[in-house]
């Protein structure tokens, strides 16, 4: 099928719109009830885990205060749903999905909430980075990385079962 201009979105447009506010990138791919559910979902767990005054008072410098201003309880839902919302966004847009593509996202959200979980204690080189910070610059990373690696192992292991099946 031909891509018209502006009514098929490719995957990294989806993506990024998904990486602003997940649901978003579900309203481009035409999945309007996901895509509200997802928004709405963000939000819940935005309000009730008070992300956004953390986000402010990290960006300020105010580590501890982030902290006692996080509801962990909440807070730890919001990794999952994120990273669920980029990777079905992703999914369901223009063009072909690669084997095991989900695995970076399950692997980010799974060392984004571990993060959340250490951060009003885990220090690096004597700094507390807090619940927005280190979540941020040490699980994305992390999860990207070794869900990378697992995935690479995953194909390898894939390509070598299509070589003996044939």
């Known amino acids: 099928m031909a891509k018209q ?13 998904s990486i602003a506010l997940p649901g ?45 201003q996080t509801n962990f309880g909440w807070l730890m839902f919001y990794p999952c749903l994120y990273f669920f919302a ?27 909430t571990v993060g959340l979980i250490f951060s009003p204690t885990f220090t ?11 979540p941020m610059l040490g699980g994305v990373p992390v999860g990207l990385i070794i869900g990378g690696i697992l995935r690479w192992v995953l194909l390898k292991r894939l390509e070598k079962n299509r070589g003996t099946s044939l």
């Open 86 to 112: 980029m990777w079905d966004a992703y999914k369901d847009a223009e063009g072909e999905s690669k084997p095991y593509a989900f695995v970076p996202f399950v692997f980010s959200a799974y060392f984004v």
């Open 5 to 17: 201009y502006g009514k098929n979105r490719d995957k990294l447009e989806v993506l990024l719109w």
């Open 24 to 68: 978003f990138g579900q309203l481009l791919n035409h999945r309007y009830v996901k895509g509200l559910l997802l928004i709405a979902l963000e939000f819940i767990a935005n309000v009730l885990g008070n992300f956004n005054e953390i986000i402010i008072l990290s960006f300020r410098g105010d580590i501890q205060e982030a902290i006692s």
């Open 124 to 134: 690096i080189f004597g700094q507390l980075l807090g619940p927005m910070w280190l």
